[in-house]
């Protein structure tokens, strides 16, 4: 199992010693850095920035948003990036939740498995570079139709000036749900999972294996990564850790998407913490952020985390590779763990 840095998106301000965290990972031998974007930084110009620095990592989006670029669009990013890094970069992508997708970009969020499909193969096919591309829609036709409201009629398929220095630069899908993760193992080269479970990792497998076995599957197990977010904290002190996470865990699942559709809580609902889910839920939306993360018990926060001694992450580290993940994206915030974990490998 190969080791990832999970860099994340900002918070109120850049991330703390990002150039010395991403200069670890690479003297210590990770095998990527990756960087992420929700509603403030995006990803894209961090991970050039911090990844000029670097000579060997892979340097990923984890994830990219789709309503935050035209898949031409995104395709430009990911084809430049390739060239500037030598090869190096994974495309990352996801959906994001209604709340952003509507309220951020001010786009309809409906059928975000069509809109997946649709967006990577446009990517493809911009890579590829074999002619002119053209969609025939319906959520990113190209051209834009004559007849659509607003436009000139003009309208010509293109392709990229820039020949790609791959066409087949890994396409990995950030997915929570059955048929999302379903659709990932038929159209991607890897699976992104922002909260994972060795304790799941049957019901994982039985949604990755029905889409490794739909007809025209891009992949099968044997040449597919799996990508695994965790938190990983090396201590003595598993209850300060755990405290540290809890906020987080909270805000997942209580206010990060709207009441009536938030896929990390039906993800928590998964792992048998439906009670908890409804009770976090209810008291953030009642603006009392405080108890709602007082409410999230201890093995909630722990669930998708590595947490103790050297020995116990070890131990845990070995589990989740047994599980089936072929890249363990760390979200380690100093260099001491980054080193740590590259010793426990």
Request: overall charge negative; glycine content about 10%.
């Amino acid at each position: 199992m190969k080791l990832g840095l999970q860099l994340g998106y900002w918070g109120a301000d850049p991330i703390p010693r990002a150039t010395e965290l991403v200069a670890a990972a690479e003297a210590e031998g990770f095998d990527s850095v990756f960087t992420a974007e929700s509603w403030g930084s995006d990803c894209y110009t961090p991970l050039a920035w911090w990844g000029s620095q670097t000579r060997r990592v892979r340097l990923g989006t984890a994830v990219a948003q789709l309503s935050a670029r035209p898949p031409t669009s995104l395709a430009m990013a990911a084809l430049t990036l390739d060239h500037l890094s030598g090869g190096r970069h994974v495309i990352g992508l996801g959906v994001s939740g209604p709340q952003v997708v509507e309220g951020w970009y001010g786009q309809p969020f409906a059928k975000p498995l069509a809109r997946t499909r649709e967006y990577v193969q446009i990517v493809r096919d911009v890579l590829a570079r074999e002619g002119p591309v053209t969609s025939g829609g319906p959520h990113y036709p190209l051209p834009l139709p004559a007849h659509a409201a607003g436009t000139t009629g003009v309208g010509k398929p293109l392709k990229p000036i820039t020949h790609p220095l791959r066409a087949d630069i890994p396409i990995w899908l950030g997915a929570e749900g059955p048929r999302n993760v379903a659709q990932t193992a038929e159209i991607a080269d890897g699976w992104l999972a922002v909260f994972y479970t060795p304790r799941l990792a049957d019901m994982f497998n039985a949604w990755l294996d029905e889409g490794f076995a739909r007809p025209g599957a891009r992949r099968s197990r044997a040449d597919f990564e799996i990508a695994a977010n965790a938190q990983c904290v090396i201590t003595d002190d598993v209850a300060a850790a755990i405290e540290r996470y809890r906020p987080s865990t909270a805000l997942y699942v209580g206010g990060m998407g709207a009441k009536e559709k938030n896929f990390h809580a039906d993800l928590y609902r998964r792992m048998g913490y439906g009670d908890v889910v409804d009770e976090v839920g209810r008291l953030f939306l009642a603006g009392r952020k405080a108890e709602a993360v007082a409410a999230v018990p201890d093995e909630m926060v722990r669930e998708t985390m590595l947490v103790g001694t050297s020995d116990q992450v070890r131990d845990q580290i070995a589990e989740w590779e047994a599980a089936g993940v072929t890249t363990l994206m760390v979200t380690a915030r100093d260099v001491e763990t980054v080193r740590q974990l590259a010793a426990l490998r």
